[in-house]
């Protein structure tokens, strides 16, 4: 099986810092991490080649310190890596994104399958893997939580519903977007990991001219949406802190309901409020 | 560089929602978006659309009309039901090919985000994702898609001036449905004409997970307890809160794992985003990944015993202590005196 793995570098939003002052976001500091379900999907892939042979290819695209993800990906078992990083890549939305990554794919030729996150914790669109499917004119599976079967022309596996899931059998070559509860991630081989950081780890660059687009097709400029604005979400909150012995907390948080219009949302607080 | 020139698409009307149906049944998040696409619809002085998809669905075009849409797109065919990607991709595809419309929403669920991003490739056009707020540009008169991002801590205004239709999809329980039950509508049956060859995958069991409570994106009160609330009897505590509030019980990803509460219970970035009118966050610390799922609740209320916790950031009252006095505490003083 010839796997293809989408790897996308994020920042490490578990150890996230607001603002004191203004609760905003700070960038700065936070660590680029492989995506979460990314790993999930690295793990498929080289337990697939595992079990039946084959390759996995990691595909980036990233700034050039999203080489960390690619080397953490060989590290996990990944055979090569791919990492599209180019200026003219910057800015693009999800339409752009596609149409890069499925440029270099047409570029690595033969899969058998592409596996890639369901969602980016940062973007948080879940789009990139449907459109690239649709780009690449070959089955998609969203939401997998189980892979039950594979073979070389087709694929059984679970898709997460809300309220349950769904058996789907899929022909091959497909695209299948997976989520965290799928399988528990290796960490990486500290061999392969050094392996990966020598000057033979194979590890390829490759700018807009290797994938043959012009830059007018890509990053902001290729883009069909354009984020007009972003702001912190005002939350308003009154912020009160209730403090002294916990009758006296719990009476003054009954008074504060009461005196606002959180009483008219629940009958039995709008009925205690009365009480005292 | 010189922005790229805006296409004429004086020939783009209409607004059009995808109405998720499963089994027969509409999805919630349809008739919120009827509700949405109305309004849009005056601003715009265009006709409000539901595309339904399926078989045998014919009952539910009422429904869609009553609820805004001046007129129901209906196609229906044994291969349609239950949805597959490829062939409900194709029928909008045909459709949007053939009408133009010039907005299209979808709700942002496990089926609206399969075949949104699909078929905003197929038919070259931007997609905004998971929008919380939508309204009109006043000058330039384009849709002005609002959506969170970074797991809630930004919020990001898209607009798609290069393609038509405007595509988003929407996240279940912000919008307003609305209904009007003398409205009358018209139904367009549409001619399907699909190769089993071209649909590539076959749905070969759905299994439903038998719910033993109210969703919680549906609950006005939700009481949610985290690591601090430290096992079954706390939970226990939690929920007499929670039925004295005709509430319903939720967690953190922590307890979720743990298995104090049911997966579909968990609120957060991986979770359910929940707005009721009062969160009650008891032994949760108010990780950024929490929070993106309940910052939009009207009122917070948070238990925790350190008083630096971020939860106390977002909250609205905030009762620095012990959960397991504070909130037996909170129970007396709610239960009516006998
Ligand atoms: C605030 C904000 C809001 C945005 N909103 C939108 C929007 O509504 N619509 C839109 O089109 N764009 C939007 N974008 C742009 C979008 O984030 C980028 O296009 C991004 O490159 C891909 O989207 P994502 O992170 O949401 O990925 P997702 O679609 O959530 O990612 C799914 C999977 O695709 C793979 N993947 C994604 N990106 C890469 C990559 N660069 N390299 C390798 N694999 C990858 C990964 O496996 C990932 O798990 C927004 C950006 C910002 C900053
Ligand atoms: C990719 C990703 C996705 C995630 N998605 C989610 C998600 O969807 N939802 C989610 O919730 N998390 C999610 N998480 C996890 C998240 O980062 C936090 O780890 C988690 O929310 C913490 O849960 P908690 O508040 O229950 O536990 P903790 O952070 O351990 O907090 C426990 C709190 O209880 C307080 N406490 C302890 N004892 C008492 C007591 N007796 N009385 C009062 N207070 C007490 C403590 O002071 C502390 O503040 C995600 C993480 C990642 C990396």
Redesign the interface.
């Known amino acids: 099986m010839e796997i293809i793995v989408l790897v996308k570098q994020v920042p490490d939003?578990?150890n996230?810092k607001?603002d004191p002052k203004t609760?905003?976001?700070l960038r700065e500091g936070l660590t680029g991490i492989i995506n979460p379900e990314d790993r999930h999907a690295l793990e498929a892939a080289v337990h697939i080649k595992e079990t039946m042979g084959g390759k996995v290819k990691v595909l980036s695209m990233g700034p050039s310190q999203a080489v960390d993800a690619c080397t953490e990906a060989i590290g996990m078992g990944a055979d090569e890596a791919i990492l599209l990083s180019d200026r003219a890549f910057a800015g693009a939305?999800?339409?752009a994104t596609?149409f890069t990554l499925g440029k270099a794919v047409e570029r690595i030729g033969k899969f058998d399958l592409i596996l890639c996150g369901r969602q980016a914790?940062?973007?948080?669109?879940?789009?990139?893997?449907?459109?690239l499917?649709?780009?690449l004119d070959i089955?998609?599976?969203?939401?997998v939580q189980d892979i039950e079967t594979m073979n070389e022309t087709c694929t059984?596996v679970k898709?997460?519903?809300?309220?349950?899931?769904?058996?789907?059998?899929?022909?091959l070559p497909?695209l299948l977007t997976v989520i965290?509860t799928l399988n528990r991630p290796r960490h990486a081989h500290l061999g392969r990991l050094i392996d990966a950081c020598t000057a033979k780890a194979p590890i390829k660059v490759f700018n807009a001219a290797d994938i043959g687009v012009v830059t007018s097709d890509v990053g902001l400029?290729g883009?069909?949406?354009?984020?007009?604005?972003?702001?912190?979400?005002d939350?308003k909150?009154?912020?009160?802190?209730?403090?002294g012995p916990?009758?006296q907390?719990?009476?003054e948080?009954?008074k504060?309901?009461s005196n606002?219009?959180?009483a008219t949302?629940?009958?039995?607080?709008a009925?205690?409020c009365e009480?005292? | 560089a010189v922005p790229k020139e805006i296409p004429d698409f004086s020939d783009h009307e209409g607004v059009w929602v995808y109405a998720e149906q499963r089994d027969g049944v509409l999805a919630k998040v349809t008739l919120e978006l009827l509700g949405i696409a109305q309004e849009l619809g005056q601003e715009r002085r265009q006709k409000v659309s539901a595309v339904l998809i399926g078989d045998r669905l014919e009952n539910l075009t009422h429904d869609l009309i009553r609820h805004g849409a001046d007129q129901v797109f209906l196609a229906e065919d044994p291969c349609l039901q239950p949805y597959r990607t490829l062939a409900h991709v194709k029928i909008m595809e045909d459709l949007i090919n053939e009408h133009k419309p010039e907005i299209l929403l979808i709700g942002a669920t496990h089926i609206g985000r399969d075949l949104a991003p699909r078929l905003s490739r197929r038919v070259g056009v931007g997609l905004t994702a998971d929008c919380t707020a939508l309204s009109i540009d006043p000058e330039e008169k384009i849709l002005l898609q609002t959506r969170p991002a970074f797991g809630g801590n930004v919020m990001a205004t898209i607009a798609n001036r290069y393609s038509r239709p405007q595509m988003a999809t929407v996240r279940p329980g912000v919008m307003e449905a609305r209904t009007d039950e003398a409205k009358a509508g018209t139904i367009i049956h549409c001619e399907v004409q699909l190769d089993e060859a071209d649909i590539k995958t076959k749905v070969l069991e759905m299994f439903e997970e038998k719910r033993k409570h109210a969703p919680i994106t549906d609950s006005k009160v939700i009481v949610a307890g985290g690591r601090g609330v430290n096992g079954e009897a706390g939970f226990q505590m939690l929920r007499t809160l929670a039925d004295l509030l005709d509430g319903e019980v939720a967690g953190t990803r922590v307890v979720a794992e743990q298995g104090f509460v049911p997966a579909d219970c968990q609120v957060g970035q991986t979770g359910k985003t929940v707005r009721p009118e009062i969160y009650i966050a008891c032994g949760i610390s108010g990780a950024i990944q929490h929070r993106a799922g309940m910052m939009n609740s009207r009122f917070i209320i948070a238990i925790n015993k350190d008083p630096d916790a971020p939860i106390f950031k977002v909250a609205d009252w905030g009762i620095i202590g012990d959960l397991h006095d504070v909130v037996p505490e909170l129970v007396r003083q709610l239960t009516p005196a006998s």
């Open positions: 939003t578990t996230v607001l609760g905003n976001l939305d999800t339409w596609a914790i940062d973007g948080d669109t879940a789009q990139v893997g449907p459109q499917a649709d780009y089955p998609q599976v969203t939401y059984t898709r997460q519903l809300e309220n349950g899931y769904e058996r789907i059998e899929c022909q497909a965290g400029e883009s069909l949406t354009q984020v007009s604005k972003t702001f912190t979400p939350f909150r009154q912020g009160k802190i209730l403090d916990k009758e907390a719990v009476s948080l009954l504060n309901i606002s219009d959180a949302a629940c009958k039995a607080f009925a205690s009480l005292s």
